[in-house]
T-cell receptor, first 115, second 112 residues
Framework: DAGVIQSPRHEVTEMGQEVTLRCKPISGHNSLFWYRQTMMRGLELLIYFNNNVPIDDSGMPEDRFSAKMPNASFSTLKIQPSEPRDSAVYFC?????????????FGPGTRLTVL | QKEVEQNSGPLSVPEGAIASLNCTYSDRGSQSFFWYRQYSGKSPELIMFIYSNGDKEDGRFTAQLNKASQYVSLLIRDSQPSDSATYLCAVYPRGNNNDMRFGAGTRLTVKP
């Protein structure tokens, strides 16, 4: 079975542009997480969904960030407008809520560079 | 105090030695504990999880949990150069199995 799929793998854009990151969770998983990783701040949870419903977006840094999950197999994280400080690796992770340990499985990440 | 603390390292061990990675957590009611391995430029990969006090072994890896001391560790026996990576400790806090809290990670280098 395929793991979590993310696209694009790399994104270079200019300040002020809109950026959309995409994620396909593991089939059958019902929770999806968006993380951001930087050297300075480590791995930070931005938002998560249970059964396609956003549960906690308190980690979203500001209104420029938004996330959607229109169905069980697709989610997007959008940054508009993007800023250089948004440069980071963005990971999507999924899990089956209700498994014994609720372990999360990560996608390969999108490396975002905002010039 | 950070919720999950790890020594950032780098930790360097010779090939064939035992690598010991340590993690402490602040929420005494935490339930589930995870170790992820992250190679440079790659995503975190789950290698172990543990929820009961004591040891849990999986191949060359042993996770150890001591809830009284709020301490979880990962031992890697017969360390190989391919084990060189950053190891992230992660915890679900009490009553919250959604917001996994990650430590900053310990960078391990295994020298041939």
């Amino acid at each position: 079975d395929a793991g979590v799929i993310q696209s694009p793998r790399h994104e270079v854009t200019e300040m002020g542009q809109e950026v959309t990151l995409r994620c396909k969770p593991i089939s059958g998983h019902n929770s999806l997480f968006w993380y951001r990783q930087t050297m300075m701040r480590g791995l930070e949870l931005l938002i998560y969904f249970n059964n396609n419903v956003p549960i906690d977006d308190s980690g979203m840094p500001e209104d420029r960030f938004s996330a959607k999950m229109p169905n069980a197999s697709f989610s997007t994280l959008k940054i508009q407008p993007s800023e250089p400080r948004d440069s980071a690796v963005y990971f999507c992770a999924s899990r089956f809520l209700g498994s014994s340990y609720n372990e999360q499985f990560f996608g390969p990440g999108t490396r975002l560079t905002v010039l | 105090q950070k919720e999950v603390e790890q020594n950032s390292g780098p930790l360097s061990v010779p090939e064939g030695a035992i690598a010991s990675l340590n993690c402490t957590y602040s929420d005494r009611g935490s339930q589930s504990f995870f170790w992820y391995r992250q190679y440079s430029g790659k995503s975190p990969e789950l290698i172990m999880f543990i929820y009961s006090n004591g040891d849990k072994e999986d191949g060359r890896f042993t996770a150890q949990l001591n809830k009284a001391s709020q301490y979880v560790s990962l031992l890697i026996r017969d360390s190989q150069p391919s084990d060189s990576a950053t190891y992230l400790c992660a915890v679900y806090p009490r009553g919250n199995n959604n917001d996994m809290r990650f430590g900053a990670g310990t960078r391990l280098t295994v020298k041939p």
